[in-house]
């Protein structure tokens, strides 16, 4: 068991299955022999050398390009897009090549790779840098989305991310490249389309991703406290696929459910769980569900305003305690 | 290295579980043969046990929540099984239709309104019709504290007031302390509620002499208690005679289906165990017929024990072929119990105490003070006559009275 | 093919013959039933039977039967969605390309792609895409598994001239020309960015072969409607790259006869344009060359008629086809062959 720091686990994964496996290789910007802006791939060139680390010219769309073209011929590339913001940039790979090669092709071809990048705010970077984008790609038939929110699931999502057929979007979160967790020896290899519960309770759900998991969390604990509210917390990790299951059982025994959400309201992930709990498990709600987010603004970069945007532990308390007693 | 940790197959007929506690949390080390949470079934509480060592990495199944049989509920160790994402998605693609990729509920469940403006959620619109409450009422209640919304905690309060009637009348009496009955008191009555009614019981009961079997208890009472640790009581006696007998009345030993009396060549015998606030179960002792007394009163006494400590699992309760009823402890005289279908018979053992006798002796008949007790069984008239179950009881009786017991004791 | 008699061939006037007769008849195999077949495929749009949109090749055989010739099985392409004679040149039938245009279960891709997506991995064809210069990172990326691998394949990039503007083309040329990856790059310059002359919407004069110095790279202009001098250039640089020595770029010149796709009258053509470029259509110049070579007459009509017999027999079979089963609606989203989001 080691103490690694979420920017370690990035590392740690890519390494795991970097050794396991000669096909994957990794490339990105200033990945290789600087370890990456985030310092979250450091000590990856040294171990496996310069072919299969390879640092690129700033070209997302070559980086993705050239990813997509591996994967279709043999290679499991893992590509980074340094800031999460810059998806836009390339974002035809994805949107329009390698999420509908294989249905167009009738399946004569596949893209087995990981896009890993850069995700969400609380950096200070301004609002072109800051942004959660993984709403943007949970809405495109046939990639597969993650934004894990602890070391062991970076190591672990990675790993099942790497071993995957499908093309799969990593959301590291910035804020959280610091943090720290415990991860255990050995492989770890986790499941895509799994939520985890990580806190039993039974007068209300909240449904919360990366950054927003640890402060759900904080926001039950003073809930329980101070308020006598209960709280069931899930760290949602996947959204495509979506572990609905988990949700809508949470949502069956504590019959309300609330989201934490960090990307800008309109369309975030939370509306589409939003819709299939009310769809779904209508008959189990005792009341309205409530999505808490970042308000429909860019970032700015000034950091006592850029606190108020995203939602905080005491945001969520305030809200959920409002709701709960009203 | 990693163990999914599922629900397990909790009974034959059993679905589903919802699981009360976990006695372990997110990161607790587990040891294999540990108990990791406790489940409730419609038949019994059980205790699962982790089957390996690890650390409890992940609970996705918590308390208070219903898991199907053979679902996850837990992992432990440091990660989830290294399973190819693409197998497990194939499985969703076959449950749902693309057309229909979320399910929309069918039901329909009373209005959102009461009949005074009063909103009724969702959830406890659903409760109210499942419980058959009176949505009037509950609108009226809610107007009269002052809200204007009828929720779960409102529907909770009301079937607590009313645990499985609607409506009480409107000039509401004063009542007296309720009591809700647990699910598996429910479930139990239920049972017993539909052997009643589909089985003609026929009560018949025999009075027997305990004396000499007395004189034996007392006299190895010390001996058994040292050897044993538990105390020699008069049921073993009564059920090893049981067992002797029903080979004699292989038709009392049977189940029956309704057309069919199917004779069993093993004697699995059920004890009905009193669980004061946890209702009645019958713990089974497999191959009864092949146990000696002190086999036998020790085999009892394990399923007792396990019924009282809540260990018992379905296979404990599974396929009885005879059971006792022991109600000697209450004082009673005779009891009547209900049978336990499909067996077809049921023995009901009560209070044995000094009573005044006659003793014939080669000198003439005599009163002496002896120790008495009833012995009763319920029948399945379906099953056999009356004539069929008094001669079985007969010859209960006989072996109780004249078997050499301190033979059973010395070996 | 039926045989007709082949004349010996004789010393020739046009210098060594690198090519030899099997290749050239090769050549002018594939151009003939790339014509034909897309004669027919501009028919069967008029009819109605293929429906959508379809971008045809008339005029650009040369550039795809020269490359197609010259690459190896085992070597990659990819083309645009102009890439009828591309996959055809790679040795797909005709009943898959036309089944697919006719979007009939018995289409390379079952109706599922498209005419803008024709794809068939077992001839090396890795996808025809409709994004404007997609292909050519992608194509960057086949080339670095090759070249990662010690594979000895070479992946051939085929683009308009109108791709030369576009971001994914100059960052793919630097990618490849930094990686000296094991890449071709083919720009088939027909003159026309849709229905804009090229020379309207590009800085310099030759769109690709000017760009090339940008990237370290030769520039190098030829006639695309020469299917020997295809063949040669494009052995040269397909030999460059499996030997190691990086990434080419080839400004092939050419003409496409009809509108950009099949609702293009092309009405923006100055007069007497297209007549000019005809009398350069690449069928009448092979068969010339094939004359020249000595190759008798009846050789040639052979050729010719086997491939209408061909396409008559492609065209009756696709007619005959039915449409895929609904099933394929919601396959092969996902690598389980399902479209699942969710549990």
């Given at each position: 068991m080691a103490e690694l720091t979420y920017r370690e686990a990035v590392a740690h994964g890519i390494a795991q299955e970097m050794e396991r496996d000669d096909r994957v290789v990794f490339l990105g910007e200033d990945v290789g022999k600087a370890g990456g802006v985030f310092k979250a791939t450091v000590g990856l060139y040294e171990k496996f050398g310069s072919l299969r680390v390879r640092d690129t010219p700033i070209s997302e769309q070559a980086i993705l390009g050239a990813a997509m073209g591996a994967a279709m011929t043999g290679l499991r590339p893992i590509a980074e897009?340094?800031?999460?913001?810059?998806?836009?940039?390339?974002?035809d790979y994805i949107a329009n090549e390698m999420s509908k090669l294989r249905y167009m092709s009738n399946g004569q071809l596949s893209c087995p790779l990981v896009i890993r990048t850069g995700n969400g705010g609380?950096?200070?970077?301004g609002a072109q840098h800051s942004q959660s984008v993984e709403n943007w790609t949970m809405m495109i038939p046939g990639v597969k989305v993650v934004a894990p929110s602890s070391p062991i699931d970076v190591v672990g999502l990675m790993a099942a991310a790497v071993r995957d057929p499908d093309p799969v979007i990593f959301h590291e979160h910035k804020a959280l490249y610091a943090t720290k967790g415990e991860v255990p020896d050995g492989e770890i290899v986790d499941t895509l389309g799994t939520a985890k519960i990580l806190r039993s309770g039974s007068d209300c759900t909240i449904a919360a991703l990366a950054l927003m998991a640890p402060r759900a969390l904080e926001a039950a604990d003073i809930l329980a406290r101070d308020h006598s509210i209960n709280a069931e917390v899930i760290d949602?990790?996947?959204?495509?696929?979506?572990?609905t299951k988990t949700i809508l059982g949470s949502v069956a025994k504590t019959g309300r459910l609330f989201t934490v959400e960090?990307?800008?309201?309109?369309?975030?992930w939370g509306a589409e769980i939003a819709s299939i709990v009310a769809d779904e498990a209508f008959w189990d709600l005792d009341g309205p569900i409530v999505r808490i987010t970042t308000p429909h603004i860019p970032l700015p970069a000034a950091d006592h305003l850029e606190d108020l945007a995203l939602p905080s532990a005491a945001r969520i308390v305030d809200k959920v305690r409002r709701v709960l007693n009203g | 290295m990693s163990a999914t940790v599922v629900m397990p197959q909790?009974?034959?007929?059993?679905?589903e579980g919802k699981?009360?506690?976990?006695?372990?949390?997110?990161g607790d080390e587990i040891r294999e043969g540990e108990n990791l949470f406790e489940v409730e079934t419609d038949k019994v509480t059980i205790d699962v046990q982790a089957v390996v060592s690890g650390?409890?990495?992940?609970?996705?199944v918590g308390a208070g929540s219903v898991a199907k049989?053979?679902?996850?509920?837990a992992v432990v160790g440091?990660?989830?099984?290294?399973?190819?994402?693409a197998t497990n998605m194939t499985k969703l693609s076959a449950e749902r239709e693309a057309f229909e990729?979320?399910?929309?509920?069918?039901d329909k469940f009373g209005?959102?309104?009461?009949?005074?403006?009063v909103r009724v959620t969702p959830l406890a619109r659903r409760l109210i019709a499942q419980a058959g409450l009176d949505l009037n009422r509950l609108a009226q209640e809610a107007r009269q504290r002052g809200s204007n919304r009828i929720a779960k905690a409102d529907v909770r309060a009301a079937t607590r007031a009313s645990p499985s009637t609607p409506a009480p009348p409107q000039d509401s009496q004063k009542s007296g302390e309720v009591i809700v009955l647990n699910a598996v008191r429910l479930k139990t009555g239920e049972r017993l509620a539909e052997n009643w009614r589909n089985i003609p019981h026929v009560f018949q009961a025999i009075e027997v002499d305990f004396t000499a079997i007395d004189r034996v208890r007392r006299k190895y009472k010390d001996a058994f208690q040292q050897a044993h640790g538990f105390s020699l009581t008069y049921l073993p006696f009564i059920a090893r005679a049981a067992c002797l007998a029903l080979e004699a009345f292989p038709n009392v030993n049977a189940r029956f289906d309704g057309k069919a009396l199917t004779l069993s060549p093993e004697t699995h015998l059920g004890i009905a165990v009193d669980l004061s606030h946890n209702g009645l179960v019958a713990p089974v002792v497999r191959?009864?017929?092949?146990?000696a007394l002190v086999g036998l009163a020790k085999a009892m006494r394990r399923q007792i024990e396990k019924a009282r400590a809540g260990k018992l699992t379905p296979d404990d309760l599974a396929g009885g072929t005879y059971s006792i009823s022991n109600n000697g402890a209450f004082g009673t005289s005779f009891t009547a119990p209900i049978i336990?279908?499909?067996?077809v018979a049921i023995l009901s053992a009560d209070a044995i105490r000094l009573k005044p006798a006659v003793v014939s002796t080669s000198e003439g008949d005599f009163l002496a003070p002896r120790m008495m007790g009833m012995i009763g069984q319920s029948f399945d008239h379906r099953a056999f006559d009356g004539a069929y179950s008094a001669a079985f009881l007969s010859r209960l009786k006989q072996i109780l009275e004249d078997r050499d017991w301190g033979d059973e004791l010395d070996g | 093919m039926k045989s007709g008699k082949i004349a010996a061939v004789r010393s020739?006037?046009?210098?060594?013959?690198?090519?030899g007769l099997e290749r050239r008849l090769e050549l002018f195999r594939l151009q003939v039933e790339i014509r034909d077949c897309e004669k027919r495929a501009h028919d069967l749009f008029l009819q109605n039977l293929i429906k959508g949109t379809s971008h045809l090749s008339l005029g650009q055989e040369a550039v795809a039967a020269g490359f197609g010739v010259a690459m190896r099985k085992g070597d990659k392409s990819f083309c645009t969605y102009r890439g009828h004679a591309h996959t055809l040149a790679r040795g797909a039938s005709m009943e898959g390309m036309l089944g697919e245009l006719m979007l009939?279960?018995?289409?390379?891709m079952r109706g599922k792609g498209g005419s803008m997506h024709l794809t068939s991995v077992e001839h090396g064809v890795l996808g025809s895409y409709?994004?404007?210069?997609?292909h050519l990172p992608i194509a960057c990326g086949s080339a670095w598994r090759a070249q990662y691998l010690g594979e000895k394949d070479v992946s051939v990039c085929f683009f308009g001239d109108?791709?030369?503007?576009?971001g994914a083309f100059h960052e793919a040329l630097n990618f490849a020309a930094v990686w000296k990856l094991p890449v071709v790059f083919v720009c088939e310059?027909?003159?026309?960015m849709e229905y804009t002359p090229i020379g309207d919407v590009?800085?310099?004069?030759?769109?690709a072969a000017d760009r090339a110095s940008s990237y370290g790279l030769e520039s190098i202009v030829i006639d695309g409607n020469d299917a020997d001098e295809v063949y040669r250039t494009a052995y040269a640089a397909l030999e460059k790259a499996r030997d190691g020595g990086g990434p080419s770029l080839i400004e092939c010149l050419t003409y496409r006869h009809?509108?950009?796709?099949?609702?293009?009258?092309?009405?923006?053509?100055?007069?007497?344009e297209l007549e000019e470029w005809l009398k350069r259509d690449p069928l009448t110049i092979y068969r010339q060359r094939l004359e020249e070579f000595g190759v008798a007459e009846d050789a040639i009509i052979a050729i010719e008629s086997e491939s209408k017999r061909k396409v008559e027999a492609a065209t009756a079979t696709c007619k005959a086809a039915p449409q895929a089963?609904?099933?394929?609606?919601?396959?092969?989203?996902y690598a389980d062959g399902g479209w699942a989001w969710r549990n």
């Open positions: 897009i340094m800031f999460a913001d810059f998806v836009a940039v390339c974002f609380g950096v200070r970077f949602v990790r996947s959204l495509v696929p979506l572990d960090e990307n800008p309201r309109l369309c975030g | 909790l009974g034959e007929t059993v679905a699981i009360l506690t976990w006695f372990k949390s997110v650390r409890l990495s992940e609970i996705r049989v053979g679902d996850v509920v440091s990660a989830i099984a290294d399973r190819v994402a990729e979320v399910s929309t509920p069918i209005p959102a309104k009461g009949p005074n403006g191959d009864a017929g092949d146990l336990n279908a499909p067996q | 020739d006037p046009v210098g060594n013959d690198d090519i009939r279960d018995i289409g390379l409709a994004i404007i210069g997609a109108g791709t030369t503007n576009i310059n027909n003159l026309y590009t800085a310099v004069k030759h769109p009809s509108g950009h796709s099949r609702a293009d009258p092309a009405k923006y053509r100055p007069p007497g089963p609904v099933e394929l609606l919601t396959a092969d989203v």
